[in-house]
């Protein structure tokens, strides 16, 4: 089974501290991606990787950056947290081939931001 | 750009009912269309997935889906509901990103 972990659960910040939530799969999977979900909007996409080293902005960027460094490990940095950014954080690594297309997530970080 | 509309944002039933839930998309291309259920407090799983071939798909738990292409749908449906069915259910479509819908709240009631 693919296996996808965050770092955290929960977490509570305070505005203006950095943050670092991170991701791990076990299945050699290239891509990885860093989604936000809030009710009413369903899962937004923050930002992709698909390679070590390799990153590209997805919908929502803006306060966000990331880091790949290992292929199995996809970080998600917010460099100055805001209130705005209280939500609940999921991984998903993507497993691709000829005749599959699969992303599998994580369980989910909920972040609070005072 | 893909996009997909879930236009009920609750679904009740009762226990051993049929269940439907809604889903349309917007591609151009052909649609690589996903089903993903969510439980309280724990992360999103894979339910189902329509890449090509048979319009109706099988998942897990008894989930089955169905691709129409002339309406642009794909709406997920269970023959006989269970209370443990009631979570958040998310439909996606991709390309090299998943785009979700805004998610359906399902309620099985005993």
């Known amino acids: 089974d693919v296996k996808v972990t965050q770092s955290s659960r929960y977490l509570v910040k305070r505005t203006g501290e950095k943050v670092f939530l991170e991701c791990v799969q076990d299945?050699?999977?290239?891509?990885m991606f860093w989604y936000r979900q809030d009710p009413g909007l369903g899962l937004r996409l923050i930002y992709f990787?698909?390679?070590?080293?390799?990153?590209e902005k997805g919908d929502i960027p803006e306060g966000y950056s990331v880091s790949r460094e290992k292929k199995e490990r996809f970080s998600l940095i917010l460099e100055s947290a805001s209130t705005n950014q209280t939500s609940m954080y999921l991984c998903?690594?993507?497993?691709?081939?000829?005749?599959?297309?699969?992303?599998?997530f994580g369980p989910g970080t909920r972040l609070t931001v005072l | 750009a893909q996009s997909v509309a879930q236009p009920e944002d609750q679904v009740n039933v009762a226990e051993g009912n049929p269940l439907t839930v809604k889903c349309t998309y917007s591609?151009?291309?052909?649609?690589?269309l996903f089903w993903y259920v969510q439980y309280p407090n724990r992360g999103l799983q894979f339910l189902l997935k329509?890449?090509?071939?048979?319009?109706l798909v099988k998942g897990s738990y008894g989930f089955e889906a169905e691709f129409n292409k002339s309406q642009t749908s794909f709406h997920l449906k269970k023959p006989s509901a269970l209370v443990s069915d009631s979570a958040l259910y998310f439909c996606?479509?991709?390309?090299?990103?998943?785009?979700f819908g805004a998610g359906t709240t399902v309620t099985v009631r005993a």
């Open positions: 998903a690594s993507r497993e691709r081939t000829g005749s599959t297309d699969t992303q599998y």
């Open positions: 990787s698909y390679d070590v080293k390799m990153k």
């Open positions: 996606a479509v991709s390309d090299y990103k998943l785009s």
């Open positions: 299945m050699d999977h290239e891509n």
């Open positions: 329509y890449i090509t071939g048979d319009n």
């Open positions: 591609v151009s291309g052909n649609p690589y």
